[in-house]
């Protein structure tokens, strides 16, 4: 029987070295974008478009787009908060763009410049931007398991906020537990209702950071609900500027290692995973939280 697939989107390029105090160069973005390609990923966020006044790391998104392997089987993803964002990462090449709105005012203002209600007011112009300028769209929710400004975010809040996303023409919608504060129950009960109140036809994506250590769970749980989608940062590096404390992504060598063993096929190489993994170690001089970069091989 064919194995079932799991789709491992790549952050560290974006999520992974946003939050980085020193600029890792483009020189470096590029060499480990060319590692994770190699490993068989075939979908990755690049780099973000946002103020580079705010987030300096990610001042080169144009550079990058510009250096990426040109392959017809990669996908590089852009990120972006608002119109001048997607303008710049359709400038830039970017083929796919992932726009984010928070389920929090208090993120939404520090991270987005506006309430959750004024973010959306350009949400059509957008979508019309992005399929003019020939990208695929989908939507994050951040922040939504918990904000670090107003604390818990109702789940009726991240329910009304995923029906506006749609209110557009996306195929892609991700829930973000921007400061890993959820559980797997939050997990099932929020990816439920959202999946619900959604068409069927648009795909989930789930995005978990490993602040608490409940991130494996947490993926284990959204794979229960039928996501088949999950974003990861090799070695577990990332954060987010605006988000106090926040550590890093679920390291994707360990969902890697957790779902191939559980009958998923990703279609990435573990060692090339930890290759990257280690790769990225050696740009920021440091050891990288990720576990299974670390542990012997298995089976050995
Ligand atoms: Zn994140």
Redesign the pocket.
Known sequence: MAKEKLELVEVSPR?GLQNEPDIVSTENKLALIDHIVRAGFRRLEAASFVNPKKVPQMADGDAVFAGVPKRDDVTYIALALNLRGVERALAAGAKEINYVFCASDGFSIRNNGGTVEETFAVWPDVAATAKAGGARLSATISTAFGCPFDGEVALSRVVEVAERCVAQDIFELAL?D?IGVGAPSDVHERFRAVKAAIPADIQLRA?F?NTRNTALANAVAAVEEGVRVLDGSLGGI?G?PFAPGAAG?VPTEDLLYMFTRMGFDTGVDLDGAIAAAHFIGGVLGRTTPGMVSRAPKWPA
Do not use: I, L, R, V
């Open positions: 999520d973000a921007t995005h950071h990332g987010c992504n």
